[in-house]
């Protein structure tokens, strides 16, 4: 029997366990069908499977995808260049109508939380020149295109012909061109994935990865300290010191595109959970009132959240977007905390004795997310409007939050386009299921001269005035105040030492950027 030294033998095992990674994600992950529910946790695992014809790069500027190249035609019609001798998983070849089979499917698929059609509704007409050679076109100038095809997950059209999520649950249909295979997912516990070998881009540095699914904090930082997890994402803030103090681990971190934010049903006259100080609901909603809404705003100390609940990983905001991202506006401050001048407009709004509240939130998804909750919803009762959480997890969160359940609710936002357009289309558009607008607009804000500066940006060609369109139409919804902006959280990641990752804005944890040192 061959005998091997014992240093050799570590070595061997270290380099066999190497190729393996294990990964504990913070979020749930509701489905397996890319087209399903644009939520990040979904879109991350699907990014690793499926590609789309633009990438982002960590910082957020856009890169070649499945199409190696795009030019504007004219004022309303983009060409892509495909990458040629891309195969899907099962060997099949990819061309231009896979294109065209996922970009028609996505306003098919029903029962959508939160659908991708705010990414694809623009496109008016598709073109197939040649099986390598696609042209998009929209009835007016789109400049976003290129941006938003980043977006947009191409299934395999011979795969996924008649295909229900269900069927992409399962791994029937869940069939792309990613850096790695399906393998299986085991609902609220994990997914795993393997290397896809014929990858038409960098090979992998991992055979095999493992995302668990491990939504409480001290759990997820009990199994990366076990070795029971190689990796984890959403650090908890409160364990930031401690885990940051050890030398066996890293610690990576970025300001997020994605914002924290408070939704409110100003669109019906009656709201279901608005009610007077003994509970009765009231008849009059006074989410409707702008004074209302700005004496809550006024209530809540954003500064207090960022240092108490959120330890310091999180940056108080008054806008969409981070500074340095397309679309942010220097002018718009984060609103100061004024506990009296929020007495004073619920006066004025005919409340002197406040009412109450119901604030609706996930326990599962965002950061700290019940916490910041609680905090809230402590912050406003002090004025006068009692406030009570109901939190719960996110795949019955959102459910319900989208069918208009709920009169308040507290809600991430990441800007997959890394600009304004994103959350404004998205948030505080009018709802419009033909137009593609208003997608999650889960209040069903509507503001008519939003609309028009937004469709104005949506068709400017030239980057200097798109961005001052849309820092306009910024302005108009935070003026009215359409939404209540939060913070934008910082995105952590932590790793055993040995491997080291590239903290994005986006939020995603891609196991083929982790890399063994």
């Not at 709802?431 to 028009?452: E, H, K, Q, V, W």
């Not at 849309?470 to 935070?478: N, R």
């Amino acid at each position: 029997m061959l005998k091997f030294p014992a240093v050799a033998l570590l070595a061997l095992s270290l380099s066999v366990s190497a190729a393996d990674l294990s990964i504990a994600l913070g979020g749930d992950v509701t489905s397996m069908d890319p087209h399903f529910h644009n939520l990040t946790p979904n879109n991350n695992i699907g990014a690793h499977v499926f590609d789309t014809l633009v990438m982002k790069e960590p910082g957020g500027r856009i890169k070649p995808g499945l199409a190696e190249s795009w030019r504007a035609v004219d004022d309303t019609t983009w060409e892509f260049k495909l990458r040629k001798g891309v195969r899907f998983h099962d060997g099949s070849i990819f061309t231009a109508a896979d294109v065209v089979f996922s970009l028609d499917r996505i306003p098919l698929v029903p029962n959508s939380p939160s659908p991708f059609t705010t990414y694809t509704k623009q496109v008016s007409e598709k073109i197939v020149v040649d099986p390598w050679t696609i042209r998009l076109k929209s009835a007016a100038p789109y400049p976003q295109m290129p941006n938003d095809m980043s977006t947009v997950l191409i299934v395999s059209a011979r795969a996924a012909a008649g295909a229900t999520t269900d069927d992409f649950n399962a791994g029937k249909a869940t069939i792309g061109t990613g850096p790695f295979r399906f393998v299986r997912w085991q609902k609220g516990d994990r997914i795993e994935l393997a290397r896809n070998d014929a990858y038409w881009g960098p090979p992998a540095p991992w055979d095999k990865v493992t995302f668990r699914i491990i939504t409480s904090d001290p759990t997820r930082v009990a199994s990366l300290l076990a070795g029971e997890v190689r990796a984890i994402e959403n650090v908890p803030t409160n364990d930031l010191a401690r885990l940051g103090g050890r030398k066996d681990l890293g610690i990576y971190r970025t300001v997020s595109v994605r914002l924290m934010y408070l939704h409110m049903d100003t669109a019906r006259d009656r709201t279901p959970f608005a009610t007077d100080k003994a509970g009765k609901p009231l008849e009059k909603n006074p989410l409707r009132d702008l004074r209302v809404r700005r004496a809550m705003s006024k209530a809540i100390n954003r500064q207090a959240l960022v240092e108490r609940v959120m330890e310091g990983a999180a940056v108080a905001t008054g806008q969409l977007m981070p500074e340095k991202f397309f679309g942010y506006v220097s002018a718009l401050r984060p609103e100061p905390y004024d506990a009296e001048g929020a007495r004073k407009l619920l006066a004025e709004a005919g409340y002197p004795d406040g009412f109450g509240l119901t604030l609706h939130a996930p326990n599962n998804r965002y950061v700290n997310d019940e916490q910041i909750a609680q905090a809230i919803a402590q912050m406003l009762s002090r004025v006068g409007i009692a406030t009570k959480v109901d939190a719960m997890p996110s795949a019955v969160y959102f459910t319900r939050g989208s069918k208009q359940e709920f009169s308040f609710m507290l809600v991430g936002w990441g800007a997959e386009t890394m600009e304004a357009s994103s959350p404004l289309k998205a948030l505080l558009a009018t709802f419009n299921t033909a137009r593609g607008m208003g997608a999650a607009n889960r209040g069903r804000y509507s503001n008519a001269r939003l609309d028009a500066v937004l469709d104005q940006a949506l068709a400017t060609v030239d980057d200097a005035k798109r961005e001052r369109l849309l820092q306009q139409a910024t302005e108009i919804g935070i003026g009215d105040l359409g939404i209540l902006p939060l913070y934008h959280q910082h995105n952590l990641w932590a790793a055993r030492r040995g491997i080291t990752y590239e903290a994005r804005a986006d939020e995603r944890t891609f196991a083929h950027e982790f890399r063994p040192q």
